[in-house]
């Protein structure tokens, strides 16, 4: 498997730009998460999503975010319009979650996308 | 949501065991404990899973006291390329009520030849 797939793997935009992040997860698996990582603030979970259906949110940081996942091997973060503290790494993330199973499990993550917005 | 404390950073030589640990006090009854490294430029890396007690597979053995308050991860051996950062994480399955799967600020392990 090819592993997690993520687009573009660098990004930079002036403010006030549309920027969209793409991501495919792993084949069959049915969770995926997109993260925010700085120096600032480590990892930070953005939301999830499981069988292409948000499922918490939460950790979007304002409307200016937002994500889709029209089918179980696409999704995409958009940030619209975007400024300078957005930038970071997102990484997308992608695990297989059954109810039987305990515990957060693997995710396998993908080499991440450096967004720069000057 | 369990609030994880990790040392900031490690160094240690080739050939050494390195030895990490996590403060987790408020653990819930249903959370797992799993470990992280992630490398300059890419995303973290499974490492290790355990509940309690003991845990070992080819890359590590994690250590878990019957509290639960805090964990072990051990890297026998060490070489230059274990040179990463590397995370603990704990937490309920995924889809349990308030699991945010956030990652603490993790351990900086430099090894040095």
């Known amino acids: 498997d090819a592993g997690v797939i993520q687009s573009p793997r660098h990004e930079v935009t002036e403010m006030g730009q549309e920027v969209t992040l793409r991501c495919k997860p792993i084949s069959g698996h049915n969770s995926l998460f997109w993260y925010r990582q700085t120096m600032m603030r480590g990892l930070e979970l953005l939301i999830y999503?499981?069988?292409?259906?948000?499922?918490?949110d939460s950790g979007m940081p304002e409307d200016r975010f937002s994500a889709k996942m029209p089918n179980a091997s696409f999704s995409t973060l958009k940030i619209q319009p975007s400024e300078p503290r957005d930038s970071a790494v997102y990484f997308c993330?992608?695990?297989?979650?059954?109810?039987?199973?305990?515990?957060?499990?693997?995710?396998?993550f993908g080499e991440g996308s450096r967004l720069t917005v000057l | 949501l369990a609030k994880t404390t990790q040392p900031i950073s490690m160094d240690s030589y080739e050939g050494q065991e390195v030895n990490i640990t996590c403060s987790h006090n408020?653990?819930?009854?249903?959370?797992?404990i799993t470990w992280y490294q992630q490398f300059p430029s890419q995303g973290p890396r499974f490492i290790i899973q355990g509940y309690k007690t003991k845990v070992t597979n080819e890359v590590a053995s994690l250590f878990i006291p019957a509290d639960r308050k805090s964990s072990t991860l051990s890297l026998p051996r060490v070489s230059l390329s274990d040179t990463a950062v590397y995370y603990c994480l704990v937490g309920d399955r995924i889809k349990a009520a308030g699991n945010k799967l956030t990652f603490g600020g993790g351990t900086r392990v430099l090894v040095k030849p």
């Open positions: 408020n653990i819930a009854t249903n959370d797992y």
């Open positions: 993330a992608s695990s297989f979650e059954t109810s039987g199973r305990r515990g957060t499990g693997e995710l396998f």
């Open positions: 999503f499981n069988n292409n259906v948000p499922i918490d």
